[in-house]
């Protein structure tokens, strides 16, 4: 059994990681072992430190997270991914757990907060719904990548066009709003929807909405 303190094999191996911070080796030789025996790959730290100086495969994973570690707080920690951009699900372990800490936990985006000594499939359940909602998040993130890739090909007017369009305006509105004739307005319009891959406008509605084009 190996406890990792920093890579983790080949990142190019699909299979999912959980990763383990706890400062308590049998905690995480436990764990180690738990989910390792249900197929998953598994990485663990006795630190915080050493997690981030670790390289995070790029497949669909999730962190078990003590609340109390030597150098911050677990709910600490958590802050401090959600601002470095890890958005990986985050399962709590705490022996002195109580409400107020859950109820921080769960607000910060926590999936789960188990109490030690707990089940092992309460943690196998945890763990299962943890990645499920990572594979998610990894595809709505994709997708919406490349539609922004898409997005990026459309010349200014044709962008234009298509935050009016998609905000429910019709071409004459619209042409008046940019001040072009109807015909003009129909052509950047098509465009637009051929080099989006959008088939119809309520395509391209709901890619105007993952791109935040109407956020304002």
């Known amino acids: 059994m190996m406890d990792h303190a920093g890579r983790i094999g080949d990142p190019s191996i699909s299979a999912p990681v959980v990763y383990v911070i706890d400062d308590d080796l049998a905690i995480r030789e436990a764990l180690d072992s738990l989910l390792r025996s249900v197929g998953l790959r598994v990485s663990g730290f006795g630190s915080a430190s050493a997690f981030l100086s670790a390289t995070l495969a790029d497949v669909p994973s999730c962190l078990i997270l003590d609340i109390r570690l030597p150098e911050v707080s677990g709910l600490d920690f958590q802050m401090?991914?959600?601002g470095?951009?890890?958005a990986?699900?985050?399962i709590f372990m705490t022996g002195h757990g109580d409400i107020p800490m859950t109820v921080r936990a769960m607000k910060a985006?926590?999936?789960d907060f188990l109490t030690k000594p707990f089940r092992d499939q309460d943690m196998l359940d945890a763990v299962s719904r943890a990645i499920e909602v990572d594979k998610t998040q990894r595809a709505s993130t994709r997708a919406t990548s490349q539609i922004k890739e898409l997005y990026d090909t459309l010349t200014l007017r044709e962008k234009e066009v298509m935050t009016f369009v998609t905000k429910g305006l019709m071409n004459k509105q619209v042409a008046a709003e940019m001040s072009l004739s109807e015909i003009t307005v129909k052509i950047h319009?098509?465009?637009?929807?051929?080099?989006?891959?959008?088939?119809?406008?309520?395509?391209l509605v709901r890619m105007a909405e993952s791109l935040g084009l109407h956020s304002d």
């Open 80 to 82: 401090r991914l959600q």
């Open 88 to 90: 990986m699900p985050v």
């Open 109 to 111: 985006g926590a999936l």
């Open 84 to 86: 470095a951009g890890i």
């Open 189 to 203: 319009r098509g465009s637009a929807m051929r080099k989006m891959s959008a088939r119809t406008l309520a395509d």
